[in-house]
């Protein structure tokens, strides 16, 4: 229980900062939390109870000092894309909510169990490029989806181009509520419109109060503006969620996603903030806070959650300094609740949909998206494709896509590695690629090459198909020493590969050397005996020493060697 160690080692000169910097954070949290909760196909106070145990089981588990927890925008439609599915025509809001909170619970047990197992790499599976589509085609899918809200109607549609269709002829054909959209637009550009010119003024805040008292004042409820309406009064209640198998099974899928996509966001988060205050990270406890999160969320009617990278700046920026902050703002949230349940009850669902969008657009890597186009063409397809995924089949499809072309990406690399001839280049030192340096000298009769990658199943035809190209040119080379720094792993399938391709090389006159092998792979290679082949003179510590040993046996005005005989068996080496 980190928190535990932040009490006994608490400053006095921290409680002013964490105070107004829970207050400042509670601000946001409400509207936010109500907004998300909505996205997630659930009632506005759930997004509250969520907001509330989660901070607080977060301040006791959780490992960082600034993070801070709560509903979010990239899991709110793969809550819904979880648990609408799941509901059928009479199910009331009630059923939403159970499943919800049983999905929160199976996050929780997941992430908990990786913590303890030390699983936080697992999060390495979702690439930057993949990560920055699916978050594209995230944003672009929220947005959609929020427009009906937006303009006061509603679209009955499946799908993100056929909910654009829906919500643009709605307005088109005046279905639209023009009061509503008015709202619902104006609140949007001022949001937006601080951020850019004012962006230490609460934007979402003013909005907020602004369309709900104008909406008090001028009665917009009974002019056919959709409002929240009141919340219940009281503490969230404890409850224990229960769901049938057949649901637990589809639930399962979507726990997995949400699990990675919420790990991941954590660690990035984590890493980001924790660099700017000179702390560590810590991803399996990161995992355990997480987890009893969500599991404090699930008893609590609440739904998934993760770390969230703009609340986390507001408090950071407001001055927080320790897990304080999350409680302040857990009790602040309580205290409406308890206090004054009916405040928000006029607060417009355009509103809420305002905020919902400008949370899309946060998600967005554009500029991201243009360097991966100038910097790396395949890894922009790539994230294009994971785009393309979430968009065309939906939020949870998408990730699964996201994920696999991760983990293909991974696959293409080791299967097509970059491969060299290597040659001095005057005036710098090492050896160097002769496809950068074309003037670059070579050793007559020896062929430098580098393989970068291990030497795997995957890749061995890849590596023997061009050491061969190598052994066929014209001078044939007496030497092909492989600058082998970059293979750090050789398998049972590679050896078989090196021990056939030896022997054809030795058959044309060719040997075939080792230089920089690493010492674990050396080992490997004697286990698979491939020394009965491969000279055991022919394995060098440097590069250097293969060539002097090379120049040695070789001298420059020596006439090619015939095929060099085995030791025991006169074949050729």
């Not at 977060?58 to 809550?79: C, E, H, K, N, T």
Request: proline share 7%.
């Amino acid at each position: 229980m980190p928190g535990l160690t932040v009490l006994k080692t608490y400053r006095a000169g921290y409680a002013r900062r964490d105070v107004i910097a829970g207050l400042v954070l509670t601000t946001l949290l409400v509207p936010q939390g109500m907004a998300y909760a909505e996205l997630a196909g659930l009632p506005p106070i759930t997004g509250l109870y969520t907001s509330i145990t989660c901070l607080i089981a977060y301040a006791v588990f959780g490992p960082s000092r600034v993070l801070v927890l709560g509903p979010d925008s990239s899991l709110g439609p793969m809550i819904a894309a979880a648990i609408l599915p799941l509901m059928v025509a009479g199910d009331d809001p009630a059923k939403a909510v159970t499943l919800a909170a049983m999905l929160s619970l199976m996050v929780g047990a997941l992430m908990i169990a990786a913590g303890a197992g030390h699983l936080g790499f697992v999060a390495d599976l979702l690439a930057k490029p993949t990560r920055i589509g699916y978050l594209n085609g995230l944003a672009l899918t929220i947005l959609v989806g929020r427009l009906p809200s937006l303009f006061g109607t509603s679209v009955d549609a499946d799908g993100v181009a056929a909910e654009f269709v829906g919500a643009v002829r709605a307005v088109v054909t005046g279905e639209a509520n023009g009061i509503a959209a008015a709202i619902g637009l104006l609140s949007l550009a001022l949001i937006l419109g601080l951020r850019r010119v004012a962006p230490r003024v609460p934007g979402i805040l003013l909005a907020v109060v602004l369309a709900t008292g104008l909406t008090w004042l001028l009665n917009l409820d009974e002019r056919g503006v959709d409002v929240v309406g009141g919340l219940p009064q009281g503490l969230p209640p404890f409850t224990i969620p229960h769901a049938s198998w057949s649901e637990l099974g589809l639930l399962a899928a979507a726990a997995l996603g949400i699990t990675l996509v919420a790990l991941t966001d954590t660690i990035s988060t984590a890493s980001a903030f924790a660099a700017r205050t000179g702390s560590a990270v810590r991803p399996n406890q990161e995992m355990i806070g997480i987890g009893t999160a969500n599991v404090a969320a699930g008893f609590f009617q609440g739904f998934p959650v993760s770390t969230s990278g703009s609340r986390t700046a507001v408090a950071h920026q407001s001055g927080a300094r320790t897990q304080v902050t999350g409680l302040v703002g857990a009790a602040g949230i309580l205290l409406l609740i308890l206090l004054a349940p009916q405040l928000l009850r006029t607060l417009p669902q355009a509103t809420l949909a305002a905020v919902v969008i400008v949370a899309a657009l946060s998600l967005t890597e554009v500029s991201a998206t243009k360097r991966l186009w100038k910097q790396r063409p395949l890894e922009f397809a790539v994230s294009m494709a994971a785009f393309v995924g979430v968009v065309v089949f939906g939020v949870l499809p998408g990730i699964a896509i996201a994920v696999g072309l991760s983990v293909l990406n991974v696959f293409r690399r080791i299967w097509w590695p970059y491969q060299a001839v290597l040659g001095r280049v005057s005036g710098i030192d090492g050896y160097h690629d002769v496809s950068v340096h074309p003037d670059a000298q070579l050793v007559p009769g020896l062929v430098l090459y580098r393989f970068d990658s291990p030497l795997i199943f995957a890749n061995a035809r890849t590596f023997r198909t061009e050491v061969q190209r190598l052994a066929d040119a014209d001078p044939r080379p007496q030497w092909i020493v492989v600058a082998a720094e970059p293979i750090t792993d050789v398998d049972t399938t590679a050896a078989d590969m090196l021990e056939e391709l030896d022997q054809d090389l030795n058959a044309r006159g060719v040997s075939l050397v080792f230089a920089e092998l690493k010492t674990p792979v050396r080992e490997k290679v004697a286990r698979y005996e491939l020394t009965r082949t491969i000279d055991p003179t022919h394995f060098y510590p440097t590069i250097e020493d293969a060539i002097r040993a090379f120049v040695a046996a070789h001298p420059p005005d020596s006439p090619p060697d015939s095929p060099p005989k085995d030791r025991e068996s006169g074949a050729p080496d």
